[in-house]
């Protein structure tokens, strides 16, 4: 069974900046496009970060620019490292296939707050 694992959450000042990490077990990664998702309180899932198996990324324009995704494949994990972050950067972030397909795992929380 296909299990991910978000880490590397946290409080931060607006401005500062965070590395997520997410280990996917099981066959999920090495051939899958992965991406990064976030939920913000009240407000519905989205897509902010893809990267394909190849490394081709994408990204949704209110974060281009100050977000970067990466993937070691040898690891089975996928990064998504934060800068310049903004208070509407607050949100629970996940990690899944693009598009998803796995079961979601706890996500790990950005709070951008001074």
């Known amino acids: 069974q296909v299990q991910l694992v978000e880490s590397g959450g946290g409080l931060v000042q607006p401005g500062g900046s965070l590395r997520l990490s997410c280990a996917a077990s099981g066959s999920i990664f090495s051939l899958d496009a992965m991406g990064w998702y976030r939920q913000a309180p009240g407000k519905e899932r989205e897509l902010v970060a893809s990267?394909?198996?190849?490394?081709?990324?994408i990204y949704t324009d209110s974060v281009k620019g100050r977000f970067t995704i990466a993937r070691d494949n040898a690891k089975d994990t996928v990064y998504l490292q934060m800068n310049s972050l903004k208070p509407e950067d607050t949100a629970v972030y996940y990690c899944?296939?693009?598009?998803?397909?796995?079961?979601w795992g706890q996500g790990t929380l950005v709070t951008v707050s001074s």
């Open positions: 990267i394909t198996s190849i490394g081709s990324t």
């Open positions: 899944n296939t693009v598009p998803y397909r796995a079961n």
